[in-house]
């Protein structure tokens, strides 16, 4: 009788255990990269600085903004790399990495937020 009561007990505690872990929210992982390549220097790229951060303000951890000043030694090997033609170039990729589009030129917020959108991302914070 004690081994089937310590049996039981064992059980409901692991039980109980995998309950606990199972309402835990699950960490978020972004679901698009976004890549800007660009410049500092770059007029067209400056005007990109406010959109890019509203994008990774209203996505949280949806969305994964990179910028890359592609006019610096240490970061043009991303020029190559993603076979841009001019800056800035917004190029998205998915969660597994994969290119699904690509930008030339600035780039509306407002434009970004479709395209999520057609994606299923929606913005977490009000105001996207």
């Not at 006019?71 to 190559?80: D, E, G, I, L, S």
């Not at 990495?97 to 009000?126: C, M, S, W």
Request: proline share 6%.
């Amino acid at each position: 009788m004690k081994t089937a009561v310590i049996v039981c007990f064992a059980l409901l505690t692991v039980s109980a255990g995998l309950i606990s872990q199972s309402k835990q929210a699950p960490k978020m992982t972004a679901t698009i990269t976004f890549i800007e390549l660009g410049s500092v220097n770059c007029i067209p790229c400056k005007k990109m600085q406010p959109v890019m951060k509203a994008i990774e303000h209203k996505y949280n951890e949806k969305v994964k903004v990179l910028f890359y000043d592609v006019w610096t030694p240490a970061q043009k090997p991303y020029a190559k790399k993603y076979g841009i033609r001019l800056i800035p170039t917004q190029v998205f990729l998915d969660e597994n990495g994969k290119e699904f589009f690509r930008h030339e030129g600035f780039y509306p917020e407002e434009d970004i937020h479709k395209l999520f959108n057609e994606r299923g991302v929606t913005p977490v914070q009000a105001g996207g």
